[in-house]
Antibody, heavy 119, light 110 residues
């Protein structure tokens, strides 16, 4: 079974850039899934941010397209999220997940990491 | 607000049957995209519960079932148990927005 683990700073200042990495274990990132980022503000629902294939092809949420960058490093079996110009509204638990691109669903999830935007 | 609409909360007594609705539009569920459901227990990551409208991943009890019709979908839980108390989310694809989620439904077991 695919294992995913998010990592990155838990606190980011307003107007700065949020950067997170998802490390994939027990599965090669080049083997077939798309890889996605989803976030959940405290007490609120889930929001998809974007997905990437191992080739680097991305699939973005139009609502955040100008601020979100997703990249993949197949040599490290990792993929990453950067979100620029953050505000308090970007405070959330950020999850990485596998995206089954045949069925269009998120099959395996990381445990999530809380990122707080505050000065 | 969310592209997919779910009731904020539902409740039921142990052993009962509850359903959670997920209403979309002609750009998502009504366009033929599949609906998927996730269970999020308190303090944990979401877990895939139903995929492709009706399919259960290995390990998910058959007390959980999904259906889809027109621009809506439903999740049914029979034989309600205390451990089913969680938040439930539907998800689909949208021709304009990509992957979209419902706002979530909190299930309370009375």
């Amino acid at each position: 079974q695919v294992q995913l683990q998010e990592s990155g700073p838990g606190l980011v200042k307003p107007s700065e850039t949020l950067s997170l990495t998802c490390t994939v274990s027990d599965y090669s990132i080049s083997s077939g899934y798309y890889w996605g980022w989803i976030r959940q503000p405290p007490g609120k629902g889930l929001e998809w941010l974007g997905s990437i294939y191992h080739s680097g092809s991305t699939y973005d949420n139009p609502s955040h397209k100008s601020r979100v960058t997703i990249s993949v490093d197949t040599s490290k079996n990792q993929f990453s999220l950067t979100l620029s110009s953050v505000t308090a509204a970007d405070t959330a638990v950020y999850y990485c997940a596998t995206y089954n691109n045949y069925g269009y669903y998120f099959e395996y999830w990381g445990q999530g990491t809380l990122v707080t935007v505050s000065s | 607000q969310s592209v997919l609409t779910q009731p904020p909360s539902v409740s039921g007594a142990p052993g009962q049957r509850v359903t959670i609705s997920c209403t979309g539009s002609s750009s998502n569920i009504g366009a033929g995209y599949d609906v998927h459901w996730y269970q999020q227990l308190p303090g944990t990551a979401p877990k895939l519960l139903i995929y492709g409208n009706i399919n259960r991943p290995s390990g998910v009890p058959d007390r959980f079932s999904g259906s889809k019709s027109g621009t809506s979908a439903s999740l049914a839980i029979t034989g309600l148990q205390a451990e089913d108390e969680a938040d439930y989310y539907c998800q689909s694809s949208d021709s304009m927005s990509g992957s979209v989620f419902g706002g979530g439904t909190k299930l309370t077991v009375l």
